[in-house]
Nanobody, 126 residues
Framework: VQLQASGGGLVQPGGSLRLSCAAS???????????MGWYRQAPGKQRELVAT???????NYADSVKGRFAVSRDNAKNTMYLQMNSLKPEDTAVYYC??????????????????WGQGTQVTVSS
């Protein structure tokens, strides 16, 4: 399974960005995607959870982003989004997406696992 994260960039404080994360099979026929999530890692810091969303749309956010970030997903497109508003310099980090996937491999065997995207850089600076 491949997760392609996109949408990062340089933005001024107070600005907005929208990240996307698209899941594709990469040799696995995806049957179901359960929880999806966004994590971030700033230089010199540990990776931290930003937000998660379940298959039925239930969401969870880190306290530091509540009220500013919104996670959503389009199950038909196997895609998750993160709308980031009122961005602060402390939001600067590499953002990674994850997905809990159930699918069939080429041997028609069920496989399940948590997959990670490659990360997209978000820089908030004037």
């Amino acid at each position: 399974v491949q997760l392609q994260a996109s949408g990062g960039g340089l933005v001024q404080p107070g600005g907005s960005l929208r990240l996307s994360c698209a899941a594709s099979g990469g040799g696995i026929r995806i049957s179901r995607i359960d929880d999806m999530g966004w994590y971030r890692q700033a230089p010199g810091k540990q990776r931290e959870l930003v937000a998660t969303i379940s298959s039925d749309g239930g969401t969870n956010y880190a306290d530091s982003v509540k009220g500013r970030f919104a996670v959503s997903r389009d199950n038909a497109k196997n895609t998750m989004y993160l709308q980031m508003n009122s961005l602060k310099p402390e939001d600067t980090a590499v953002y990674y997406c994850t997905a809990d996937v159930l699918g069939l491999n080429i041997a028609e065997e069920w496989v399940a696992g948590k997959y990670w995207g490659q990360g997209t850089q978000v820089t908030v600076s004037s």
